[in-house]
């Protein structure tokens, strides 16, 4: 018996950045589903020992990887019958370089969730629709990370308690209200910066916000930040997104820095890059705008029908800023689904 599933990366708008037990966030984040940038995993049940599992990247043990898993399987046990039922082998793979500066958890635990809820169903472990089915994978993913609860849905995402309706902190949802049709295809070229592995990991990111002292306004202003940009998502008033949509990504590097045992993410290339996206949008009327992960990293948003002069832009302005004139090129996807 096996369960194959992929998963997509998803880079968020307005960011996930401060936690309490167990994965529950400090507000509401909202994000975009990527379309190339995937996991795709598999989980087979074995004949060994009940409640065992072996985990493989491509084929090749990860000895490093294993504590994060043991921390994993540990949360959803109570869960899922499945875990202390049976042998469990897992391989996962990106499609994305390695060293690329993206991060795969979000996709990664997402594409392992849906893999093990299945597993648990086939088995007779739980009878569940498809809704709650994605639901319920979705709360198991972000029990492994937490943006990872987003990249179980496709498009528009929200995680995290709100006025939204149906938003809650177990599971995500796909954004429940109509878009603009300009945010119907968005795309997210990513400028990799510098493909090294982060000096801050998020686990270790959120835990600062604990100490912050800016961390009560922080939450509020995303609760804000959000409120808004969901009446951006409906009536598709690009000046007011981009605003939203950079200030989460200063807002984010801010905190990053003036958090007690801080650090800069931010490397010159960054800043580089981020003067002439302002510089190219205010010379052009483009809809560009940035955003940030936890790293160095720029994700540049923008309309499918700019595609061209943004590629333009990007080849004449900005691969001279990349690690070996590296990107990766995405839009927005589907979200994870099954292989067969
Ligand atoms: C900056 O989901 O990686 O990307 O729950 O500890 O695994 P853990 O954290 P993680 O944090 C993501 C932080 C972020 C913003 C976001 O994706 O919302």
């Known amino acids: 018996m096996q369960s194959k599933w992929t998963a997509p990366a998803n880079i968020a708008l307005i960011k996930y950045w401060g936690k309490q037990a167990v994965q529950i966030p400090a507000n509401p984040s909202l994000s975009m589903t990527l379309s190339r940038a995937r996991t795709v995993t598999e989980v087979k049940v074995g004949n060994g020992k009940p409640g065992s599992w072996s985990y493989t990247y491509a084929g090749q043990p990860k000895p490093g990887f294993e504590p994060k898993l043991v921390a994993f399987f540990d949360r959803i046990r109570d869960l899922l019958p499945l875990i202390s039922k049976h042998e469990l082998q897992i391989n996962s793979e990106n499609n994305f370089p390695h060293s690329s500066g993206i991060s795969s958890s979000a996709s990664f635990h997402a594409s392992l969730a849906l893999c093990l809820m299945d597993l648990n169903q086939q088995l007779g472990y739980s009878d569940l629709n498809e809704t709650a089915f994605r639901q319920q994978s979705s709360a198991i993913a972000r029990l492994g990370s937490g943006s990872a609860a987003r990249s179980v849905y496709g498009s528009w995402v929200v995680w995290g308690q709100s006025e939204l309706s149906g938003s809650n902190n177990q599971y995500a949802i796909p954004f429940p209200d109509t878009v603009h049709p300009i945010f119907d295809r968005y795309r997210d070229a990513v400028l990799i910066v510098s493909s090294e592995a982060k000096p801050l990991s998020s686990t270790a990111g959120h835990a600062l916000m604990d100490t912050n002292p800016f961390a009560p306004t922080r939450y509020e202003q995303a609760r804000n930040h959000l409120k808004q940009l969901i009446q951006v998502m409906t009536t598709g ?3 007011r997104f981009i605003d ?16 007690r045992g801080g650090t800069i993410l931010m490397k010159p290339h960054t800043l580089e890059l981020i003067s002439r996206i302002r510089r190219y949008r205010s010379e052009t009327g483009s ?3 940035f955003t940030l992960d936890a790293g160095p990293n720029v994700h540049l948003l923008y309309p499918d029908q700019e ?3 943004i590629r333009s832009f990007i080849r004449s302005e900005c691969l001279q800023f990349c690690e070996n004139e590296k990107w990766l090129d995405d839009y927005i996807g589907n979200g994870a689904e099954r292989i067969n």
């Open 287 to 289: 809809s560009l705008c």
């Open 244 to 259: 939203i949509v950079e200030q989460e990504a200063m807002s984010l590097h801010g905190l990053i820095m003036n958090s």
């Open 237 to 239: 008033d690009i000046t």
């Open 307 to 309: 595609k061209e002069p």
